[in-house]
């Protein structure tokens, strides 16, 4: 372990790592800082930027934007009572009543202290439970590996989507995308229609920026109102000067938030928006004064920020050890992982363990950076809010084209990620959720290859999927996720169909 | 409570979708590898999936709809449905231009017209006076210019990714 984290600690500590971890770090703040642009979509732009550098120059890029744009949607939510990102709105029950009352300094630098000690405190314990995992993991067959990837689909299909058939639908989508292309076993060609840019499959970069950028963009643009402009918050800060020992002073908050962050992150698709209403609620309930909470109370703002960014170390737990991820923004990660050439899962940990221990360090050190960029940065993010949204809107459209374009040169990859990108608008706009989508493109692979090679192993014999021990779990597990949901879903219609039934 | 038909035609068109990649699978060729499955395996065992589980969310959006009454058709404002349009219309056109003209050129045409095309299709251009309308047209133009040139730059020199000259 102590080699792997020298190997990383050598790797990250270059200065050309260190900046684009920087980089990344500022794009993710920025991104996050304005409402409706999203963590996923900012490392969805950072993919082709990171196409040609080292892994860990550009994975630590990408978890830079992560980390940066978890904190920094804490700024509309304090100075404007706008959350930037879903998991900052929980900080608007507090911050902005704290800026209203003249203390917006403080609560930006409250709420920059405890998003820093969530990350540092997730990344040590991702250090800490992932290479176990994954040395369990390497126990892992074929047969297990197609229970996974079932179980991976599943579980985020359950419950990333409003509907558990909705959920499901697009994580079949996304597994029925991956079979385009030539069959790895027989080489027959499916669904290419003469395309040549298909033989190879479906890119994953078009899909990703398609699904979780362009759909983006086609919301903002459907939903955008000129007459609509943020107003000035009136609050005025140079220096959002970091609270360290008021933070420290409101320690369980903060390990309320960190616990809840570490617990919610690893659970697929439960994310951000999760980890922070249930950090506040908890931190509320203990509270000797819970009266005071939702009026500008310094503990609701410490345990919602902190379980932001600890939730980001806990997401990457079965990201990296079992290539499962927690949410839209790691699903997105795992995709740049792929085109990096980092195939996440417990072989990972085994064969390149200087990149996982790279991987760990640059997300301590992202950690570092949107402290100290928050910190000194502030005035000029309060600016970026009243950038005008059309010319943003085009600005990241062109962006998202080049991207795209620059890694290859095939025009056929712009077509195929506006047409991913209008397939995310509707798919978001009528309760599908995208990132089933991207899990199916991801994982579909995985089972498919590994349920062909298993039956080939057993020739032609199911049973040992449904009789291995690990297989087994798995697949029940998934199959009583769903048997749940469906409960859940037949409670939540029997409820208000009685309390009618009463009422007449 | 407003109505969304869009919800409904969305499930019909998964279920539609889906019989298609149902029955383009089955034309798959089948090539016998002992153990193994054939290529048509999953493809239409997805398929067929999507469309067992699409067609109770289309019986079931389109209850909702039925409803839902008649309190408004929620299509989306007319004003939202043609920023839509043009965005992917001019992004279409973007793509078609693109190596054509070069990528200057055509990112400098695409910003602008995204830029105006969103002051008209928003409203605003009509609330304008000429001064300034020639002023934001300027802008726009200015905008469109710096944004492809510096990202150019950007991607061709420090990242060294090739893009159309």
């Known amino acids: 372990m102590i080699a792997g984290y020298l190997d990383g600690l050598g790797m990250v500590l270059q200065f050309g790592t260190l900046l684009a971890i920087a980089g990344g770090t500022l794009l993710g703040i920025i991104m996050g800082a304005l409402p409706g642009l999203t963590s996923a979509m900012a490392v969805a732009l950072l993919l082709p930027v990171t196409f040609g550098m080292p892994p860990v120059m550009g994975i630590g890029m990408m978890l830079g934007a992560l980390c940066g744009a978890g904190a920094s949607g804490s700024i509309p939510a304090i100075l404007l009572n706008i959350p930037g990102t879903p998991s900052s709105v929980a900080t608007t029950f507090d911050g902005f009543p704290m800026a209203q009352k003249g203390e917006a300094g403080r609560a930006l630098g409250l709420s920059i202290v405890a998003s820093f000690f969530g990350g540092v405190a997730s990344m040590v314990i991702l250090s800490l439970l992932a290479p176990p995992i994954a040395d369990f993991a390497l126990r892992f067959g074929a047969a297990e590996y197609f229970s996974l990837s ?87 800060i140079d220096v959002a000067r970091p609270r360290f020992m008021e933070t420290l002073r409101n320690w369980r908050a903060l390990l309320a938030g960190i616990l809840s962050g570490s617990v919610v992150g690893p659970v697929p698709g439960a994310g951000g928006s999760i980890a922070s209403l249930v950090a506040y609620d908890q931190t509320r309930r203990f509270s000797k004064h819970p009266e005071k909470f939702g009026t500008g109370h310094a503990p609701g703002i410490v345990s919602v920020e902190s379980a932001n960014n600890a939730l980001l ?88 084209f080049i991207g795209v374009y620059g890694v290859d040169g095939d025009v056929f990859n712009l077509y195929l990620m506006l047409g991913f990108g209008i397939l995310g608008y509707f798919l978001n706009r009528y309760d599908f959720g995208t990132a089933p989508v991207i899990l199916g493109l991801i994982l579909g692979p995985i089972a498919e290859s590994n349920l062909r090679r298993g039956l080939q192993a057993f020739e032609g014999d199911w ?35 009685t309390s009618s039934e009463k009422g007449e | 409570m407003q109505r969304d038909i869009g919800k409904p035609l969305f499930d019909l068109l998964l279920v539609v979708a889906s019989a298609a990649a149902f029955a383009v699978s089955m034309t798959l060729p089948n090539i ?77 045409i695409f910003v602008f017209a995204c830029v105006v ?49």
């Not at chain 1, 989507?161 to 995308?177: H, P, Q, T």
């Open chain 1, 150 to 236: 079932v179980f991976g689909l599943v579980i985020i299909a359950s419950v990333a989507g409003k509907s558990l058939l909705k959920g499901l639908i697009a994580g079949l989508l996304g597994f029925f995308v991956s079979t385009i292309g030539t069959d790895p076993i027989t080489g027959v060609d499916r669904f290419t229609f003469g395309e040549l840019s298909l033989l190879t499959g479906i890119n994953l970069l078009p899909a990703l920026i398609g699904l979780f950028a362009v759909s983006q963009v086609l919301k903002d643009a459907f939903e955008y109102d000129p007459n609509q402009r943020l107003k000035d918050s009136g609050h005025r």
């Open chain 1, 313 to 400: 170390g806990g997401a990457l737990i079965p990201t990296l050890a079992l290539g499962i991820p927690g949410e839209a923004a790691t699903a997105v990660l795992l995709g740049g992982l792929m085109i990096q050439g980092v195939t996440p899962g417990p072989m990972l940990f085994d064969d390149q363990s200087g990149i996982v221990y790279g991987i760990f360090l640059a997300y301590l050190v992202a950690n570092i950076f949107m402290l100290l960029i928050m910190c000194l940065g502030i005035k000029l993010f309060i600016r970026v809010l009243m950038v005008p949204r059309k010319q943003l809107l085009s600005a990241i459209l062109v962006l998202c």
């Open chain 1, 463 to 497: 049973t040992p999927f449904f009789t291995r021990p690990i297989s087994l779990t798995f697949l029940v597990i998934a199959v009583g996720l769903l048997a749940l949901t469906l409960w859940q879903n037949y409670r939540t219609r029997r409820v208000p169909a």
């Open chain 2, 32 to 108: 016998e590898i002992v153990g193994d499955l054939s290529p048509a395996f999953f493809p239409m065992l997805i398929s067929a999936l999507v469309f067992l589980f699409a067609v109770p969310c289309l019986i079931k959006d389109f209850r909702e709809w039925q409803a839902a009454g008649t309190d408004g058709e929620r299509t989306g404002a007319p004003r939202g449905v043609a920023q839509w349009l043009l965005i992917v219309a001019l992004a279409l056109v973007y793509i078609l231009i693109f190596e054509r003209l070069g990528y200057i050129v055509s990112t400098a």
């Open chain 2, 117 to 165: 095309g969103l002051l008209l299709t928003g409203g605003t251009w009509r609330e304008l006076t000429n001064a300034r309308r020639a002023k934001s047209l300027a802008g726009a133009a200015v905008f469109a210019a710096v944004l492809a040139v510096v990202i150019f730059y950007v991607f061709t020199e420090l990242f060294e990714i090739p893009l159309p000259g």
